[in-house]
């Protein structure tokens, strides 16, 4: 079968622009996929990449949280679904130190993520410069061919297809090449990376490390909270329902929510509401499935317990260690380490 992989940082409580870009697209893929017989689907928590920035001693505390925000999205766990922790399959290490012998200092410094976090610092850690290559690993290990991801880690996936083609060169076809990013988006099922808008600032993404609080809905704020955060949402002063990302960001974003909320073809949507001219009625409408969405998630949240997160964890490691340890094993002969 083929692998689609995919991993979502655990370093705090996810916000709605996470939820809705990255991790509902990837349950709803995952949900399709895994039980058609044609693909396996790989949930790996890569907490080696959440230590390059936080390190607050409550790591595994959100380990188990994002595992549980996978399954109150709806993940549906079968035999073909395998959910494991970056760190518990030492291969992802190994192999990243034998592909940092294979990439280069000059694409990786051009990374644009690199670029700005290490931007106005005078000195940065190394793991902010090498993550792109352990992210390699990470998809490589498991001759992954669709990664769905936001359109920030474009340039990651590409860097990917360019080391595996360079590896495969020099030692013959042991990676499986991902497939181009044109080709991941069309494998999404979307038009275009989804980037959930700043509520306030519709320029940008929605982060959660932005300190304005009302620019962000986190998953764990109260369902009438993040409805007064969509009423106070910045628009424009055109006085007409149109998406258009660039002219247009606020009342996009809030079309682009309203379609992810409620699962419906963002098409659809922006055909509802096209040409209407009163702001108030689009954000009353999106405030209510937002806050209708949150509480339907929240109270299934509640429901999951630690020990179910563990025992998908058990078994999704017994089967990353034996995929993984093998591949690193013909990475490692290749190079003459074994």
Request: charged share 20%; glycine share 6%; hydrophobic share 40%.
């Amino acid at each position: 079968m083929k692998t689609i992989l995919t991993g979502i940082r655990s370093n705090s409580v996810l916000t709605l622009g996470n939820y809705l870009g990255a991790l509902l697209p990837m349950v709803r893929l995952a949900n399709k996929w895994s039980g058609s017989g044609e693909y396996q689907v790989n949930i790996f928590v890569p907490d080696l990449h959440s230590i390059i920035s936080d390190v607050d001693g409550n790591l595994q505390e959100n380990i188990v949280r994002t595992i549980k925000y996978y399954l109150a999205a709806g993940l549906l766990v079968n035999d073909n679904v395998h959910i494991y922790r970056q760190s518990h399959v030492p291969a992802h290490s190994e192999l990243c130190w034998i592909l940092n012998c294979v990439a280069t200092m000059g694409e990786t410094s051009r990374m644009i993520q690199y670029k700005e976090k290490s931007k106005g610092q005078e000195s940065c850690n190394v793991g902010i410069f090498d993550y792109p290559i352990l992210m390699a690993a990470d998809i490589l290990l498991y001759s992954a061919e669709y990664i769905p991801l936001g359109e920030d880690q474009f340039q990651h996936i590409e860097l990917t297809r360019n080391i595996a083609m360079r590896f495969n060169h020099r030692f013959g076809e042991i990676f499986t090449v991902p497939v181009a990013t044109a080709e991941q988006v069309k494998f999404m099922g979307v038009s275009d990376g989804i980037r959930i808008r700043d509520l306030l600032n519709p320029e940008k993404k929605m982060s959660k490390s932005t300190k304005a609080e009302n620019s962000k809905i986190m998953l764990d704020d109260e369902p009438e909270r993040a409805a007064k955060k969509i009423m106070s949402a910045t628009t424009d002063s055109l006085g007409i329902i149109k998406f258009d990302m660039w002219a247009q960001p606020g009342i996009s974003n809030l079309l682009q929510i309203e379609a992810l909320v409620n699962n419906v073809p963002l098409q659809d949507v922006i055909s509802t509401w096209a040409g209407q001219t009163r702001y108030g009625e689009l954000k009353r409408k999106v405030a209510e499935s937002v806050s209708s969405m949150l509480a339907e998630f929240q109270a299934k949240f509640a429901e999951i317990s630690d020990e179910e997160v563990y025992a998908l964890l058990d078994r999704g490691e017994a089967y990353a260690n034996q995929v993984a340890s093998a591949k690193l094993f013909e990475a490692q002969k290749a190079f003459g380490l074994r």
